[in-house]
């Protein structure tokens, strides 16, 4: 393992492995390191490792300018503890990973940690994202090092930012295959003073979507949808329908007297805050099986569900993705479910042996794959990334 802890090193390191035409593994806090296909090398060795955990630490912070800048290895509890003095938070509610990884026997890194890279890499969004969007929308700015051992900037470090490529965008969600990610800057939010958990209990998977789908479309803004059936949370008979809600104290009244109003008087405030579990896959982690997130349109979520016949699911982001517990033999059939439905099958978390033979997505049509291979060229164009991981 080689450890960079400065933009010069990573800089050095990548011009070497180019040298050599030698493929790499690029590790920071490694809790989501055994996501995606196991990188291998030619003869199916481990590859090489860039540990790049001390890119740490948080270089401005702009409370005011509703702007943070930090090193991609800073751990997600530092940057949470210092937004949270001046009372704001990341958007995207980033989600740790960990505990479900960590139940199936995946091995991570000694100390492992979540970081805000990691996240960001693995577009890993809590139930922030009914609101603010995912990290691609908080993304303003970032600094790498590209498969040329160059170093390169992309966006900037304001919010109001229209020139140029978004390339950004293309940095969340690609896993480390594009690039190596030495500097990030995001936008970040108020965080409100007050947040409230509605349950409207003994609810059908049909009835529960559909009162997600009416907060969804109230100006309510809500800070979590979810539905549960009754084996994933006590109490709640058929299933329940989990409705936060945030705000000052006065307007969360308001808007908890507009959700009753909108659903009726039946649901009931829940005093512990289950979505950091659910956005989380905690709920899964001591589950058997492969875990797998099916994205679709929240009013197909429904319609999914029944098909998927999980005994163990949920529904996170008013039914835009749901959460199951499945048998390693499941694969062909939940990713023909997602695709039917024109949406997509995260496998993610499996064993290794599955990973590598099912990937953590379903094979791209070919004008699509075409175009990721071109973007993939062009940052990377000797596949030195974490290759074969997507």
Not at 49 to 61: A, E, F, P, R
Not at 65 to 88: C, D, G
Not at 269 to 280: C, H, Q
Not at 296 to 321: E, I, T, Y
Request: charged residues 20%; positive net charge; aromatic residues 6%.
């Amino acid at each position: 393992m080689s450890k960079a802890d400065s933009l010069s090193q990573v800089v050095d390191f990548v011009r070497a492995a180019r040298a050599d035409k030698a493929p790499f593994e690029i590790v920071s806090g490694g809790t989501r390191r055994k996501v995606g296909r196991p990188p291998l090398g030619i003869n199916g060795g481990d590859l090489p490792l860039l540990d790049v955990s001390g890119l740490t630490g948080i270089l401005k912070y702009e409370p005011e300018e509703l702007i943070v800048t930090a090193a991609p290895a800073t751990p997600l509890a530092e940057i949470n503890a210092v937004l949270a003095e001046k009372n704001q938070r990341l958007g995207f509610d980033p989600a740790d990973w960990s505990k479900l990884l960590k139940s199936n026997g995946v091995a991570t890194l000694a100390g492992a940690r979540g970081t805000l890279g990691g996240a960001a890499s693995c577009d890993a969004s809590g139930s922030g994202k009914l609101r603010h969007g995912g990290p691609r929308d908080s993304l303003l700015g970032f600094q790498a090092v590209n498969g040329l051992g160059e170093s390169f900037r992309g966006g900037s470090k304001v919010v109001k930012n229209v020139t140029g490529f978004d390339l950004p965008k293309l940095m969340c969600g690609a896993y480390g295959t594009l690039s190596v990610l030495t500097e990030m800057t995001f936008r970040v939010y108020p965080k409100p003073q007050h947040a409230a958990v509605l349950c409207l209990a003994n609810a059908t998977p049909e009835e529960g979507f559909a009162a997600l789908r009416k907060i969804v479309h109230s100006p309510l803004e809500p800070a979590g949808l979810a539905y549960l059936p009754t084996n994933m949370m006590n109490d709640v008979g058929q299933g329940a329908a989990l409705i936060k809600l945030e705000g000052a104290r006065q307007p969360l009244e308001e808007k908890i007297a507009l959700a009753h109003g909108l659903l009726g008087d039946a649901m009931r405030r829940v005093e512990e805050d289950p979505f950091p579990a659910i956005g989380s896959g905690e709920k899964f982690a001591d589950l058997a099986g492969d875990v797998w997130r099916v994205m679709v349109a929240p009013s197909d979520a429904p319609h999914v569900a029944k098909q998927l016949n999980a005994r163990h699911w949920l529904g996170d982001w008013a039914g835009g993705v749901i959460w199951l517990a499945a048998a390693p033999t499941e694969v062909a059939r939940i990713r023909k479910l997602a695709a039917d439905a024109k949406g997509q099958a995260m496998l993610l978390r499996a064993s290794p042996e599955s990973r590598a033979l099912h990937g953590l997505y379903a094979q791209q049509p070919p004008a699509l794959a075409a175009l990721n291979r071109a973007v993939k060229a062009a940052f990377d164009p000797l596949s030195l990334f974490n290759p074969a991981r997507l």
